[in-house]
């Protein structure tokens, strides 16, 4: 009988949603194989920082990454290979933005810095102490230049607070209070006078709009 059972074709795989750093811009796509991706226009979401995961991932393009995931922030697993890059992985959740739980996972520098500074204001804030998970939004996007060109920063901002959205699932034991995502990764520059790229106008807050956020 073994111990897992190899998914067939259209398993139940998760969802992505990516960031296009050189374009500033999210995507994701409806469940389904043969959906084509959309842009999202609100990036608004419960994330799921406890769940939050690094490791060594492998992107390829139109298929799903290869991950080599570390047993612990502390106890990075060794490089697997060639093409593989640091990076992270967690949960995001917004029926009304995101249709339902998307994955997010990225190793690029620029989001991983953004990443560290909103784990940051995670941890520090008490309603994380409460077992509240925070409302991200994604409120524009900064301009940084090194020498693979100019890339866009995603810019994160907790607007809220909720209980943990059913959807994620059973917690289990995961309860990461673990140093930043990654401190070793190279600082970049962000040059003056650049003109950023069109983003969708970021949405009104709840209480402005009279909506839920999520």
């Known amino acids: ?27 994701t ?25 690094t490791g060594w991932f492998k992107f390829a393009a139109g298929v799903a990454p290869e991950k080599v995931m570390d047993s612990s922030f502390t106890a990075a697993a060794g490089n697997p290979g060639q093409d593989f890059k640091r990076g992270f992985v967690l949960d995001l959740f917004s029926e009304k933005n995101l249709l339902g739980v998307r994955e997010f996972s990225s190793t690029a520098s620029i989001v991983i810095d953004a990443m560290n500074s909103l784990y940051d204001a995670w941890t520090s804030a008490p309603e994380a ?23 866009y920063q995603p810019q994160f901002e907790i607007v809220g607070w909720t209980d943990r959205p059913t959807a994620f699932g059973d917690p289990g034991l995961i309860a990461n209070a673990p140093p930043a995502v990654a401190a ?31």
């Open 129 to 151: 102490a409460l077992g509240k998970l925070p409302v991200v939004r994604c409120v524009g996007v900064t301009p940084v230049t090194n020498k693979h060109g100019t890339n």
């Open 29 to 53: 796509k409806r469940d389904g194989q043969d959906e084509p991706q959309f842009e999202v226009a609100d990036m608004t979401a419960v994330f799921d920082m406890p769940g939050l995961k």
């Open 1 to 27: 009988m073994g111990f897992m059972t190899i998914p067939s074709a259209g398993g139940d795989f998760k969802v992505f949603i990516s960031f296009n750093a050189k374009a500033g811009r999210w995507y």
């Open 184 to 214: 070793t990764l190279p600082a970049s520059t962000a040059p003056t006078g650049h003109i950023l790229p069109p983003v969708t106008p970021v949405a009104a807050t709840s209480a402005q709009a009279g909506a839920p956020l999520f």
